[in-house]
């Protein structure tokens, strides 16, 4: 139980374009889920909590209008990357709650994201 | 501030030998702590986790060890196998985070099993 999906696993795309990363809960319903970025060598940086059916929560220095979320659902939210750089070259990660009262997050298998 | 951090970033055990992964908190409030286990180009996995209520939680082959006089956790591998090999990761709930349930990370050890 507690599955998690991410698509695309990797994603390669021009500089200027945007890319759109889904994340699933496949087995349970999550009423949070975050979005983490991860560089090679380090720990996970929390970007935003998402909350089904409301705006995210952007952690201190993240660009919400750079990094769109959408939590249009119980088992889904995306994270779009808008006018990619090659500084957003990264390892994008979710995570999902059951919810609030269960705070273990379980975790996707990542996006590996290169933006050339 | 608030930190989760790790005393060594590196580890490196014999196959067969067990394994011990410390970690330090400085939030006193946190009541929640999670280890997990990133083995390369993957997402992090839950290993184990404890309550503050709790010294002691045994999974299968690991156990988590909670002292909170001292802010210290930490994971203990036994009988390590070389799949065992990954970064691991503590994390605390923290101050506050109870409404939004937030973890804070550790920088992670890496465990190496040598065969």
């Known amino acids: 139980g507690a599955v998690v999906s991410q698509h695309p696993s990797w994603v390669i795309c021009k500089s200027g374009t945007s890319v759109k990363i889904e994340c699933r809960s496949l087995d349970f319903q999550a009423t949070t889920m975050f979005w983490y970025r991860q560089f090679p060598k380090q720990s996970l940086m929390l970007m935003a909590t998402?909350?089904?059916?409301?705006?995210?929560?952007?952690e201190q220095g993240v660009e919400k209008d750079k990094f769109l979320i959408n939590h249009a659902s119980l088992t889904l939210s995306t994270l779009t990357v808008t006018s990619a750089h090659p500084e957003d070259s990264s390892f994008y990660i979710c995570?999902?709650?059951?919810?609030?009262?269960?705070?273990?997050?379980?975790f996707g298998p990542g996006t590996r994201l290169l933006v050339l | 501030g608030e930190s989760v951090g790790l005393h060594l970033p590196t580890l490196s055990v014999q196959e067969g030998d067990n394994s011990i992964i410390n970690c330090a908190y400085s939030n006193s409030a946190s009541d929640y702590f999670i280890w997990y286990k990133q083995e390369s180009g993957k997402g992090p996995q839950f290993i184990i986790d404890i309550r503050s209520n709790m010294d002691k939680r045994q999974g299968q082959r690991v156990t988590v060890l909670l002292n909170k006089t001292v802010k210290h956790l930490s994971l203990q591998i036994a009988a390590t196998q070389p799949g065992d090999s990954a970064v691991y990761f503590c994390?605390?709930?923290?101050?506050?985070?109870?409404?939004?349930?937030?973890?804070?990370f550790g920088q992670g050890t890496t465990l190496q099993v040598k065969p």
């Open positions: 994390a605390e709930n923290g101050v506050g985070s109870g409404n939004t349930g937030k973890l804070i």
């Open positions: 995570s999902a709650q059951w919810d609030r009262g269960q705070e273990t997050q379980y």
């Open positions: 998402s909350n089904e059916g409301s705006k995210a929560t952007y």
